[in-house]
């Protein structure tokens, strides 16, 4: 079964040549082109991942992003003009699993694309080691054949880019790991310039669904100078 890709943005000929180029690598695809449409079509249609614009009439992307969130974990690429790192954290902070700046390199993104749907097709499989079993850290219990983390012993809600640092994490309780390791790890990509960004964002949005207090985590901690590590408690 072909993967179900959804392209949003308000400019036609973005959407249509975007369109053109995954119908090439042999994804289905759906058009939306403003923030409502983009809602209503993921929660009608088994979409697998979302191109998401930011600046779009009726309901931008990043508000779109967000309600997205709430009720989905597919992976979503934001595809916007904005190119600062700052505006890279804060579609990163609101969800994002990956951010593309235009223009962009077609098989750069079709690239993305592609990394984005294994990661997110394959959580199960990164690691034979540990399944079936339930690893656990003081209030923290993750169970690898569900990919499913407890805190306090109810369910965290994750996306699949956090599963995956998760997943990392609570396999190799006590191991630190540099931000490069960890992008090359989850991301399934070269680390490139930057990345400590990106890998900054999700930690801390970890931390404040699984951290009492993510100003002074318990658990997700960063090592100075080396990188993170989840505490072995």
Known sequence: MRACVLVVDDDREIVNAIAILLEKEGYQVLKAYNGLEALELAAERPVQLIILDVMMPRLDGLSALMKIRERRNVPI???????????????????????????????????RVRSQLRRYTSLGDMNAEGRGSEIRSGRLCYRPEELQ??????????TATETRIVDLFMRNLGRVFPAEEIYRRVWEDEAAYAVENTVMVHIRHIREKIELNPKEPEYLKVVWGIGYKMEKR
């Open 77 to 111: 690429i934001v595809l916007s003009a904005k190119s600062e790192d700052s505006d890279k954290i804060l579609g990163l902070s609101m969800g994002a699993d990956d951010y593309v700046t235009k223009p962009y390199h077609p098989q750069e993104l079709a690239a």
């Open 149 to 158: 983390l407890l805190a306090d012993g109810e369910p965290v809600r994750l």
